[in-house]
């Protein structure tokens, strides 16, 4: 699947639930798809999981991180749910509790893992949708490098500065 397919699949969610406008909500969008989100706190290097209990998908997110972070890794697991559930399905047995998850490793850490650059693009397109970016940006004259405009369009969207910055180069 291409980075493209996987920005298509998140527009068609945001359109299929009738979000209109940002932020989006994010836990409301996995709750409609029958995801369960829980907060636990992990280690500062572990944003989130997405993983099966009894057969249905949860999202495991560190509740130690900023509340935009989380909500992009709510994102990024989303799309690893929706892009990925084969993979998904088919992961190892990791506990007592039938916890399955799609192990990470140096690659996937790295973000050049095909299935994790996938999740990314699904997150930032289902958080920060192309159309409502080129939008918030049409409103202004205000220049890009400036920094304090740049911040009041994440907090907008509810996503970290870097977050919105990286966005803007994909667009």
């Known amino acids: ?93 990791v506990d007592k509790k039938s916890k399955h998850f799609i192990p990470r490793d140096q690659i996937s850490a790295e973000g050049t893992d095909p299935v994790e650059v996938q999740a990314n693009a699904f997150a930032s397109e289902l958080l920060m949708p192309a159309k409502w970016v080129r939008q918030a940006l049409s409103e202004s004259t205000r220049d890009l490098h400036d920094d304090e405009y740049l911040i009041a369009l994440a907090k907008r969207f509810r996503v970290s500065l870097a977050a919105f910055q990286f966005r803007l180069e994909k667009i």
């Open 1 to 93: 699947m291409s980075e493209h397919a996987a920005r298509e699949q998140a527009r068609v969610l945001v359109e299929k639930l009738g979000v209109k406008a940002p932020p989006v909500p994010v836990e409301r969008l996995a709750k409609a798809l029958g995801v369960r989100i829980e907060y636990n706190p992990f280690d500062d290097e572990l944003s989130g999981m997405a993983f099966l209990r009894e057969g249905k998908p949860v999202i495991g997110v560190n509740a130690n991180h900023h509340p935009n972070r989380q909500r992009f890794t709510i994102a990024h697991e989303l799309g690893h749910i929706v892009l990925h559930r084969s993979r998904l399905d088919a992961a190892v047995l």
